[in-house]
């Protein structure tokens, strides 16, 4: 390849590389959380946004993602729990519509609402590239957890108590 | 935009997906070994992202390869030895529609019909003696449809797929183009340079791809294309394209959901055509190109790609001309 077509190529890259991007990079924990409606299995929408006042919970997951299916009897535990004391869990489901069946005998099985997310985008939380991912929103309506810089990507009792817990006491 | 996903393991939890929604590939790239061993080797798949949504497409792509630059081996070279044929360029340009129709989010079959618009030219059998004379070609007409079947099931997240397909000789083959101009007007055009190549092949091939980051989705593919029957096979009157091997790598950025920026890095080896009226001497080799380029969703429903290739690496046997770098230019829409 020639200098001149090298070069073209490295600085083509370089601009597209450094181009702002619409994505998840401008969470950021305790600035107010982007919005994000679930459209439920029955088709209801719920909007983060008339949440205020309640600690939410956003978890992304998928019927295939096995580390997903071990964490949702755990949340939905949990979200049972502790759903009097103002907690909300949405979980939006990555399936294909032809898993759908399989969706709603999972979310059959749980005590919070399940929608499909109908994309790899989930508004200002970024492209879900990998599964699970949970974000947390205080009373306030703040990020109060931001999924992506967890070392462990699926939620733990441990965790849990130790992120959620004290959200709820406030 | 559509995006690429991938499976997570039940032990590597941080794999990845990425949701397949939206518009889907529907073209892939033309077959070119009528232009010897240069060009269409672009993973226009992959341009658009694999695709997962049931439905029709249709799809239109625009190839244009021009080859002007003599090479042999892994140079370029300014002449031939005497008594090889001395060819000046051929400019291939390929409009390839293509439809698609996936049952479901396994499943799909593409017919693709290519419209090969092919002009050539050449000084003949080079004599160092006689002054060079330049003869010249033209045509325009349909090529060699191909028929594509892809199955993507194996796995829940649709990233893992095989194809097998068929390429059709329904293109002119054999000797039916001709010179028009200069002192071989009236002769037959080198079976590799006509529209079609007579031949019914069988093509195989797979593909993968994953995101690897948030901004970031890489795949890979193969396909093995090979002549089972040919029209073409009286002896001293035959023709066989040789078997093709191509793969591509590549890396799409995914941080926007409208544009996406890609860079593919494209091989391909093709062994010798074969029989009475192939040029078995030149017409084989290995090349490689690296290919960036961008696909952009105008809509839900409309998709537009395009890349150019540059060539990085070519081993040609014998004398064949080949590309300086070549442009591709698609359109898909979902119906």
Same mark, same amino acid.
């Given at each position: 390849?020639?200098?001149?077509?090298?070069?073209?190529?490295?600085?083509?890259?370089?601009?597209?590389?450094?181009?702002?991007?619409?994505?998840?990079?401008?969470?950021?924990?305790?600035?107010?959380?982007?919005?994000?409606?679930?459209?439920?299995?029955?088709?209801?929408? #719920?909007?983060?946004?008339?949440?205020?006042?309640?600690?939410? #919970?956003?978890?992304?997951?998928?019927?295939?993602?096995?580390?997903?299916?071990?964490?949702?009897?755990?949340?939905?535990?949990?979200?049972?729990?502790?759903?009097?004391?103002?907690?909300?869990?949405?979980?939006?489901?990555?399936?294909?519509?032809?898993?759908?069946?399989?969706?709603?005998? #999972?979310?059959?099985?749980?005590?919070?609402?399940?929608?499909?997310?109908?994309?790899?985008?989930?508004?200002?939380?970024?492209?879900?590239?990998?599964?699970?991912?949970?974000?947390? #929103?205080?009373?306030?309506?703040?990020?109060?957890?931001?999924?992506?810089?967890?070392?462990?990507?699926?939620?733990?009792?441990?965790?849990?108590?130790?992120?959620?817990?004290?959200?709820?006491?406030? | 935009?559509?995006?690429?996903?991938?499976?997570?393991?039940?032990?590597?939890?941080?794999?990845?997906?990425?949701?397949? *929604?939206?518009?889907?590939?529907?073209?892939?790239?033309?077959?070119?070994?009528?232009?010897?061993?240069?060009?269409?080797?672009?993973?226009?798949?992959?341009?658009?992202?694999?695709?997962?949504?049931?439905?029709?497409?249709?799809?239109?792509?625009?190839?244009?390869?021009?080859?002007?630059?003599?090479?042999?081996?892994?140079?370029?070279?300014?002449?031939?030895?005497? !008594?090889?044929?001395?060819?000046?360029?051929?400019?291939?340009?390929?409009?390839?529609?293509?439809?698609?129709?996936?049952?479901?989010?396994?499943?799909?079959?593409?017919?693709?019909?290519?419209?090969?618009?092919?002009? %050539?030219?050449?000084?003949?059998?080079?004599?160092?003696?006689?002054?060079?004379?330049?003869?010249?070609?033209?045509?325009?007409?349909?090529?060699?449809?191909?028929?594509?079947?892809?199955?993507?099931?194996?796995?829940?997240? %649709?990233?893992? !797929?095989?194809?097998?397909?068929?390429?059709?000789? @329904? !293109?002119?083959?054999? @000797?039916?183009?001709?010179?028009?101009?200069?002192?071989?007007?009236?002769?037959?055009?080198?079976?590799?340079?006509?529209?079609?190549?007579?031949?019914?092949?069988?093509?195989?091939?797979?593909?993968? *791809?994953?995101?690897?980051?948030?901004?970031?989705? *890489? *795949?890979?593919?193969?396909?093995?294309?090979?002549?089972?029957? %040919?029209?073409?096979?009286?002896?001293?009157?035959?023709?066989?394209?040789?078997?093709?091997? @191509?793969?591509?790598?590549?890396?799409?950025?995914?941080? %926007?959901?409208?544009?996406?920026?890609?860079?593919?890095?494209?091989?391909?080896?093709?062994?010798?055509?074969?029989?009475?009226?192939?040029?078995?001497?030149?017409?084989?080799?290995?090349?490689?190109?690296?290919?960036?380029?961008?696909?952009?969703?105008?809509?839900?429903?409309?998709?537009?790609?395009?890349?150019?290739?540059?060539?990085?690496?070519?081993?040609?046997?014998?004398?064949?001309?080949?590309?300086?770098? @070549?442009?591709?230019?698609?359109?898909?829409?979902?119906?």
């Amino acid at each position: 390849m020639s200098g001149g077509a090298r070069h073209w190529i490295l600085s083509v890259l370089a601009a597209l590389l450094a181009a702002p991007a619409a994505r998840a990079a401008e969470l950021r924990v305790g600035a107010p959380a982007p919005p994000l409606t679930l459209v439920t299995l029955d088709g209801q929408h #719920i909007s983060t946004a008339d949440l205020r006042g309640q600690v939410v #919970i956003l978890t992304f997951w998928a019927t295939w993602c096995a580390p997903c299916r071990a964490e949702l009897p755990l949340l939905s535990d949990y979200a049972a729990r502790h759903h009097a004391e103002g907690l909300t869990v949405l979980a939006f489901s990555l399936d294909d519509p032809e898993r759908l069946a399989e969706v709603r005998a #999972i979310a059959a099985t749980l005590s919070f609402p399940v929608g499909l997310l109908g994309s790899d985008r989930a508004g200002g939380y970024g492209r879900m590239w990998r599964l699970p991912v949970s974000f947390t #929103i205080d009373r306030a309506g703040r990020l109060a957890n931001d999924g992506w810089k967890e070392k462990n990507p699926a939620l733990q009792a441990g965790r849990l108590e130790e992120l959620v817990t004290p959200l709820l006491a406030k | 935009m559509n995006s690429l996903r991938a499976p997570r393991g039940p032990t590597a939890p941080r794999a990845v997906l990425s949701f397949a *929604f939206a518009l889907g590939a529907i073209v892939s790239a033309p077959a070119a070994f009528a232009c010897a061993s240069c060009g269409c080797t672009l993973s226009a798949d992959a341009a658009l992202g694999y695709s997962v949504a049931s439905g029709w497409r249709l799809s239109l792509e625009y190839d244009y390869i021009h080859q002007d630059e003599l090479r042999s081996g892994t140079q370029s070279v300014s002449g031939v030895p005497p !008594g090889q044929e001395l060819e000046r360029e051929t400019l291939n340009r390929y409009i390839t529609a293509g439809l698609n129709y996936a049952p479901n989010s396994s499943w799909n079959v593409t017919l693709l019909m290519p419209w090969v618009v092919r002009t %050539h030219s050449t000084y003949g059998e080079y004599d160092p003696d006689e002054p060079l004379e330049l003869s010249s070609s033209s045509s325009s007409s349909v090529g060699d449809l191909r028929l594509i079947g892809s199955y993507q099931g194996f796995l829940a997240t %649709h990233n893992l !797929g095989v194809q097998l397909g068929v390429k059709l000789p @329904t !293109g002119q083959y054999g @000797t039916a183009v001709k010179f028009e101009g200069g002192p071989l007007t009236g002769e037959p055009l080198d079976a590799s340079l006509q529209p079609g190549t007579g031949s019914t092949d069988v093509i195989v091939g797979a593909y993968y *791809f994953r995101a690897i980051s948030r901004d970031f989705d *890489f *795949f890979a593919n193969v396909q093995f294309q090979a002549a089972v029957s %040919h029209h073409l096979d009286e002896p001293g009157n035959d023709f066989r394209p040789g078997n093709a091997l @191509t793969g591509s790598l590549g890396l799409r950025y995914e941080a %926007h959901p409208t544009w996406v920026p890609q860079l593919q890095v494209n091989l391909q080896h093709k062994s010798p055509d074969q029989g009475a009226l192939a040029d078995v001497q030149n017409s084989a080799g290995t090349v490689a190109y690296v290919s960036p380029g961008i696909a952009v969703a105008a809509g839900k429903k409309l998709e537009l790609f395009g890349f150019v290739q540059l060539p990085v690496y070519s081993n040609l046997y014998g004398y064949q001309l080949f590309p300086r770098y @070549t442009v591709s230019v698609g359109v898909s829409y979902r119906l």
